[in-house]
């Protein structure tokens, strides 16, 4: 579970391979960071808060100050400041893939779910159209207008938890297709204040991953996707409603509702086979570490029976990824993102 080091930036480093792992600076944040932002932020800002309610696996150590931002102002003040005082920052969505290890993250976690969340209809030419949502958006929301205005496109997204920000960033899709179909341009912060717009062509759509360029775009000088353009087609509103609502059935009757996860865990190796189907044929469907276990519905799912610990969800990973590369000689790579120090 080991990769080498593509970039870093204020003591935060994103590495590749097997899994993805953001770490953090070691220093907690000092008095005067903490009376500045609280001064700044009030009550919207909380100390040493536990990632178990940030992400939908539940679990996880605090981050050292976790901000909810209402606007660009806002963010513009924050990321100038963190740029100067050398504080590592991340901005997350809802957290539903991600696994914040039980150490926790050193430096500002921020979400946009406050404040940035408005969905329009930026173009109508005849038979396409073109609509933004705002990064703090849930996905859900996104999906839910255009079946509204009676827009085809984003039907394949419906069910996929989490906010636009979080799909752009990771390419979030099904079978049925991926944001990379449908994006037309995405709009990004720079840390430095400035605000760019980037077309289909400057953007790179991989497997689960959005990149810019050669570099993940969060590795990019710490920049924070601000909305996305979609560029859909009309239809009938009613069809596509019925097309949504038996997508959201079929999601329900497969996968674990009920129970804390991330989602599939990992990515689905290349070739016609799942990773969920390689998971069941090695026969750990079920199997348990901790508060942590394969999911009896959907192999490919771990989740959180109850008090599961990051590290029970780590080892039982690891397991899943030795027991399928003995037994079928395929390595396995993470899906959800392991964030912490
Ligand atoms: C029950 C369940 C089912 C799921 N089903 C699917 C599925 O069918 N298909 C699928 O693709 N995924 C699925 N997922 C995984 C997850 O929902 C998606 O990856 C989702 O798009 C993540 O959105 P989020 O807002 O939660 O992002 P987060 O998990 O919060 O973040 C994901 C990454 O994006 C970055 N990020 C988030 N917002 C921004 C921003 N504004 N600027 C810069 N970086 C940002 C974060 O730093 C992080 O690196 C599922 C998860 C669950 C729990």
């Excluded at 893939?97 to 930026?122: P, Q, S």
């Excluded at 959201?248 to 009757?253: A, G």
């Amino acid at each position: 579970m080991k990769g080498a080091a593509l970039s870093g930036f204020a003591g935060m480093m994103m590495t590749e391979g097997s899994p993805e792992k953001i770490r953090c600076g070691r220093e907690a944040l000092g008095w005067p960071i903490r009376k500045w932002l609280t001064d700044h932020f009030g009550d919207r800002v909380a100390f040493d808060e536990p990632m178990s309610r940030h992400t939908s696996f539940r679990v996880g150590g605090s981050a050292d100050a976790f901000l909810s931002l209402r606007g660009i102002r806002e963010l513009t003040m924050i990321a100038r400041f963190c740029k100067e005082k050398g504080i590592p920052y991340l901005v997350i969505g809802d957290g539903t893939n991600l696994l914040v290890t039980d150490a926790g993250i050193r430096g500002v976690v921020m979400t946009l779910t406050a404040g940035f969340r408005e969905i329009k209809k930026i173009k109508d030419e005849g038979p396409e159209v073109t609509i933004q949502g705002m990064a703090g958006a849930r996905a859900r929301m996104l999906c839910r207008f255009a079946v509204r205005e009676g827009f085809a496109g984003l039907n394949f997204a419906v069910g996929i938890p989490g906010t636009v920000g979080g799909a752009l960033m990771m390419n979030a899709g099904t079978p049925r297709g991926c944001m990379a179909d449908v994006v037309e341009c995405v709009e990004i912060f720079h840390p430095e204040g400035r605000i760019e717009k980037y077309p289909r062509h400057d953007l790179h759509f991989t497997y689960r991953k959005m990149t810019w360029g050669l570099e993940p775009i969060a590795d990019k000088e710490n920049s924070i996707i601000l909305s996305g353009f979609f560029r859909l087609r009309r239809s009938d509103a009613r069809l596509l409603k019925t097309e949504a609502d038996a997508i959201l059935k079929e999601r329900r009757e497969r996968q674990p509702w009920r129970l804390p996860s991330a989602g599939c865990f990992f990515k689905n190796p290349t070739g016609d086979i799942s990773a969920g189907n390689l998971i069941d044929r090695a026969g750990l469907k079920g199997k348990s570490i901790g508060g942590a276990q394969v999911s009896k519905r959907h192999a490919n799912f771990i989740v959180n029976t109850g008090k599961a610990t990051a590290s029970d969800i780590l080892v039982l990973a690891e397991e899943i990824e030795e027991t399928v590369l003995k037994v079928f000689g395929v390595k396995l790579e993470p899906e959800v993102k392991i964030i912490g120090s």
